[in-house]
């Protein structure tokens, strides 16, 4: 069929094919049904569903994620939207104390079966307060499942099934995906929670990408021809559970490792891909793992600092040159402000 | 909805109450082997608040309850061996010894759960209460919290969120004057009344004395009919005194936080006791029957005490499995 | 405080009110030039709440906001260059560009911060006042919200320990009946009303017409006073209504959570035109004076976006800096 | 001089020397003046130094953070507890978007000296809700340090940096170690943050601990002799900054690593430490890492499980033993509950 979606169309897509399926699945979070209807993804569902299904909510989003957790409680499948990771801040209680813990710590007899979309801002002066990255944080608390969809064909697979999931799903949206297009079934499908997409094959070097920085390790992956360096690339798509065995596959084949992560590296998910293949393919591994994540420190507004905040495909190629012993052919660009590094690409426009 | 001076509903409120009393009478007897290896929070002397408030409700009712919540969980109707064998820690417990004294759940008996980070089940009641309006049930919740709890900001999102919507909710205050040993005026300004805010967010509220059963039950009926015919949310403020310890199964009176002659003014107001001169005052019940029936409940509580001790320990495959639902 | 029917005073809270209006106004013309880029949400139609209650205050006063804050900011006396060059992030910007219009501040003038995680820094606001008791001295906070906030935990909790310790606050709520574009009914129920809340806290509350300079001035007034007397909190709620879209420099009046009726109505209500008819009509001002100041006042918005324009950039260095304080 | 002191009188030591050398030093949380005093590590300092610098508080962790962080903005030097870390997560949104910001995002404009005590609660039942070990999402933060003392003089020592300190400090206290004793000198002293402490030297393997699981480490060392190995233990004291140098210089010496922490491996501060490790010193490492740390899920509360998900000396002792091929000596004690494993020593009774 070859039919192109955007990646907030899918969201929107998967969103409204669960509604259609489940009569227990309802959307709930500040701005749903609101003329912008979270950068898209839940345009139209109100008129469709009401009123009762679509739902705005309090500026409360420590009670409404208990909310979400006491309707999913009784048998309703709650999907509860953050415009940005750092206003689920004031949630974590809820997330972590509760929604994770409820069927362990009651033996089972309880279940969660609840999604909690996240997006996580980048660019156009987001600033500290507007673009952290924690996937770390929900992917250490057993009980939380966390999905990061890179293409508009996972976000739609993963949606579904993170909807389907009895448990309690964190699923990350990038902001810089949400207008980037691919071929999307129409038809409700789901992709499987915890299985990561071989990007690119490859021989010299495994990378490892979560999110947006998969898509940067493409680019990169495609630079690397230059040098003569085959690598392949591993969207992870879900951070937990992880394929733990489709990265040790590829490391076992590869010998090499970078992994790339929309967050700090410091403490963060790229930390724990490198040490469980160090201490699991210690012995395959050709030179020392390398991370290509954010700096150690907050995000700076001004594009002036930003734009040298976050890493991309040049860091990437860098790290595996490096790695491999290979001259740089490529100069790091030098960056100014004046390049607009702050916007995706000129379809996107400041202030959101 | 029971009429209320009907003698079998007497006995009735006296029985859950005093089942309760001696329940926890028994696990402070015991605490001490040193076998019920968790915290436990005794509600010794909020019984008739607590009685009363669940007489109020059915059976397909909800019930949500924080660290203070044996009493709310038998009140209910809660599996009482199941109960106990969970304080053990045993695999026969209502969590599968998972969740200990902190962590009840009977979801049979529509005791959904309790959970001891204070405040935090307010607004998964209301989840809850919230559900049951969507798909147009026939279902009250009612979720217990202390003087403490209405100080985290939760509890007000919650409140706000109840009326907005008009949930079918009661918030049930025990207000024991203490959240471990804080006392009120280092938390609440003098005249804060947790039911003029309650008011404030357009909340039906009554302030109430937390040991009368009768009363109790009167109020709470009123509050689970309104809500179940659709008329929205009630905070409810009862009363009461919490005689043993916090945590544990001592007295304390003597650590400085408050003082015996306290203690005694309240262990005066014994909702139990209260509750029997009444009984045979009106002669709704004779002395004999009423220690036949403590007799009965001791022996149920020691029975159930017996077969958590003889349970099994839950199996070791147990302790990684049921992180995830299927 | 100032005399109130002082003509000085009048010019002064007018020159203050309009400042921020042509600033507001001057940062809207630029906008579309996608230099300043992060984020704004301008408070113009809002003025007259921010201008006058800014002026109930000293210099060695405190105020804190949130993501609405260049009016604050700037009444309560911040650098308007340091201002504009944060929101085109640069070097010469107020926080060094790294927070831009969102995190604005100015110590020297009082202007502790703003953080635009909506209810944030009102707890902080609180813990300034706090200080400032422990340590006996004669300030007084101020901290700005707006409807929406007044929905998060975190801002009862803080009510709740300011009226506990009759901290030297003033909570300012501009209410604009709209949160991003959600209005008050699905946030609030039909009745609700903040001051009601406050006055459940024992927090005496008032609220009155925003746009009416010198009420807002008049019972700011009041309120700082009292704190800086030691009578304790007060929050202050004034209607408002921004013109706007709520971030960015255009209007949304089409895109369909409001109506244009709705706004023309609130536009006919505005604060500025009306203070200006105010001011003649009781010969307090003359048209051409106030043409004077409002020049006056563009040149020196224009200045600022020129000087912000083309100051430099903040150097790599500063990226990594500043993360920890020695 | 030789004085010993609990690990808690430390704590309250060092709190009192504070609060006499600043006056802008106060203490405020839940229960702090009450008999109990923190598990005594407040006793008796409200009598000293009254009821404005030694507070109660309402049950509102999230605003008090706030609270103690506003003063701290123009000039006091607040100490704010949790008896939990899991009572702090209500408290995030102004620890890490708030505390750990300030003083970036306003330019260095702001400063926020605060100190965030939490203990780590463990055995007799504290179960899913009252045992979380989160140092590896405050460690993630950039803006806050982390310190986890293990001994009596480094509780003094590292309190009393944390709170001269500027920034926040998150200041975990492991409640097992509270009543554990060493020598503590009577005078005011600090220990650096970012420094760690080799509690025992040796040649053939690095054990890396934090807090309790450091104590392990030792027993550990003392066990692996019996086999002829050397270990080092290294106690990391402070997790962020946490001591490169320290750790790699011991890697080179002994090219083994094994990393021990009080709580789960899966994305925990164990994962930083071997990734670095594995990172830098790829090439002076003999075998792959070993990471000894919580499993996957959350505490159950019955002691019959909960014995068995707790790691001890004989886990770390497994794992170096495994690493270096050699035949386990000891057989690891089978397990139950009547050896009453939830109890740190005798002295140490139910419920708390
Ligand atoms: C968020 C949080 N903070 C602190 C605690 C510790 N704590 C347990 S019970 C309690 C007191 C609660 O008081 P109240 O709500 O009045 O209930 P009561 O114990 O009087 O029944 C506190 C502070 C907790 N469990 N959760
Ligand atoms: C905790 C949090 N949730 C959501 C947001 C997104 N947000 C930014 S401004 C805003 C609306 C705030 O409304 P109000 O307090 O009335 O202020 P106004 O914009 O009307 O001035 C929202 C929801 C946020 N910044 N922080
Ligand atoms: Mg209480
Ligand atoms: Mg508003």
């Known amino acids: 069929m070859n039919r192109q979606l955007k990646f907030f169309e899918a969201i929107r897509e998967a969103t409204d094919q669960a509604m259609e399926r489940d009569p227990a699945v309802y959307i709930v979070g500040l701005g749903v049904p609101d003329p912008k209807g979270i950068f898209g993804t839940t345009?139209?569902?109100?008129?469709?569903?009401?009123?009762?299904?679509?739902?705005?909510?309090?500026?409360s989003e420590n009670a409404m994620t208990g909310v979400a957790l006491g309707s999913a409680l009784v048998g309703m499948r709650p999907i509860i939207t953050h415009q940005r990771v750092d206003f689920a801040l004031v949630a974590m209680e809820q997330m972590v104390n509760q929604a994770a813990k409820w069927h362990y710590m009651f033996g089972g007899k309880a279940k969660v079966p609840m999604v909690v979309r996240m997006i996580i801002g980048r660019g156009w002066g987001q600033g500290p307060q507007h673009s952290q990255s924690l996937q770390a944080w929900f992917a250490h608390i057993p009980g939380l499942k966390v999905v990061m969809p890179t293409t508009a064909h996972d976000a739609k697979g993963l949606l579904a099934a993170a909807i389907e999931d009895n448990n309690p799903v964190v699923f990350i949206e990038h902001r810089w995906l949400h207008n980037i297009s691919d071929e999307v079934p129409e038809e409700y499908y789901t992709v499987p929670l915890g299985s990561a997409r071989v990007m690119r094959e490859g021989n010299d070097v495994t990378i490892v990408g979560t999110s947006y920085m998969a898509l940067e390790a493409v680019r990169a992956a495609e630079r690397l021809r230059a040098d003569d360096v085959s690598a392949e690339v591993i969207d992870?798509?879900?951070?937990?559970?992880?394929?733990?065995?489709?990265?040790?596959?590829?490391?076992?084949?590869?010998g090499r490792l970078v992994v790339t992560d929309t967050a700090s590296a410091a403490f963060g998910v790229s930390a724990e891909i490198v040490a469980t293949v160090l201490e699991c393919e210690f012995a395959s591994m050709k030179t020392a793992p390398v991370r290509i994540a954010l700096p150690d420190h907050p995000c700076p507004t001004s594009p002036a600092l930003s734009n040298h905040y976050y890493p991309r495909a040049d860091h990437i190629v860098r790290g595996v040159q490096r790695m491999m012993g290979i001259e740089p052919t490529t100069d790091m660009p030098a960056m100014t402000p004046h390049q607009k590094l702050d916007v995706p690409d000129p379809s996107f426009k400041g202030p959101f | 909805?029971?009429?209320?001076?009907?003698?079998?509903?007497?006995?009735?409120?006296?029985?859950?109450?005093?089942?309760?009393?001696?329940?926890?009478?028994?696990?402070?007897?015991?605490?001490?082997?040193?076998?019920?290896?968790?915290?436990?929070?005794?509600?010794?002397?909020?019984?008739?608040?607590?009685?009363?408030?669940?007489?109020?409700?059915?059976?397909?009712?909800?019930?949500?309850?924080?660290?203070?919540?044996?009493?709310?969980?038998?009140?209910?109707?809660?599996?009482?061996?199941?109960?106990?064998?969970?304080?053990?820690?045993?695999?026969?417990?209502?969590?599968?010894?998972?969740?200990?004294?902190?962590?009840?759940?009977?979801?049979?008996?529509?005791?959904?759960?309790?959970?001891?980070?204070?405040?935090?089940?307010?607004?998964?009641?209301?989840?809850?209460?919230?559900?049951?309006?969507?798909?147009?049930?026939?279902?009250?919740?009612?979720?217990?919290?202390?003087?403490?709890a209405t100080e985290t900001g939760v509890f007000y999102e919650s409140v706000n969120f109840a009326a907005l919507k008009n949930l079918p909710i009661v918030f049930l205050v025990e207000n024991n004057f203490y959240s471990v040993y804080s006392p009120m005026d280092v938390r609440q300004k003098g005249d804060h009344r947790i039911i003029d805010i309650a008011r404030a967010h357009g909340v039906e509220a009554h302030q109430a004395d937390g040991n009368d059963l009768d009363l109790v039950y009167q109020i709470s009926s009123k509050a689970v009919n309104k809500a179940r015919a659709g008329g929205g949310p009630s905070l409810l403020e009862f009363i009461t005194y919490r005689w043993r310890e916090h945590c544990g199964h001592g007295y304390d009176n003597d650590i400085g936080y408050r003082t015996e002659a306290e203690f005694l003014s309240w262990k005066e107001r014994d909702p139990v006791a209260a509750y029997e001169r009444k009984l045979i005052a009106r002669g709704l019940a004779t002395q004999h029957e009423m220690d036949l029936m403590a007799n009965e409940l001791k022996q149920e509580a020691e029975e159930a005490i017996a077969y958590a001790k003889q349970g099994p320990w839950p199996e070791l495959d147990t302790l990684s499995s049921q992180v995830y639902a299927n």
């Not at chain 2, 209301?126 to 919290?145: I, W």
Request: glycine share 12%; hydrophobic share 40%.
């Open chain 1, 43 to 59: 345009l139209g569902l109100q008129e469709k569903y009401g009123t009762t299904r679509v739902q705005d909510m309090p500026l």
């Open chain 1, 236 to 254: 992870l798509r879900t951070i937990r559970p992880w394929d733990v065995e489709t990265v040790l596959g590829s490391v076992r084949k590869t």
């Open chain 2, 1 to 148: 909805m029971p009429q209320l001076f009907d003698s079998q509903l007497h006995f009735k409120l006296y029985k859950e109450m005093l089942r309760i009393r001696i329940v926890e009478n028994s696990i402070a007897e015991h605490y001490g082997e040193q076998e019920m290896r968790c915290p436990v929070h005794l509600s010794i002397g909020q019984e008739a608040a607590e009685a009363g408030a669940c007489a109020a409700l059915e059976r397909r009712d909800y019930v949500l309850s924080g660290h203070r919540s044996h009493g709310h969980y038998l009140a209910k109707g809660g599996n009482l061996k199941a109960m106990m064998a969970e304080i053990y820690g045993k695999a026969t417990g209502c969590a599968g010894g998972k969740g200990g004294s902190m962590h009840l759940v009977d979801i049979d008996a529509g005791f959904l759960g309790a959970a001891p980070i204070v405040g935090s089940t307010i607004p998964i009641a209301a989840g809850v209460a919230f559900a049951s309006q969507m798909r147009d049930e026939d279902r009250v919740v009612m979720v217990f919290l202390g003087d403490g």
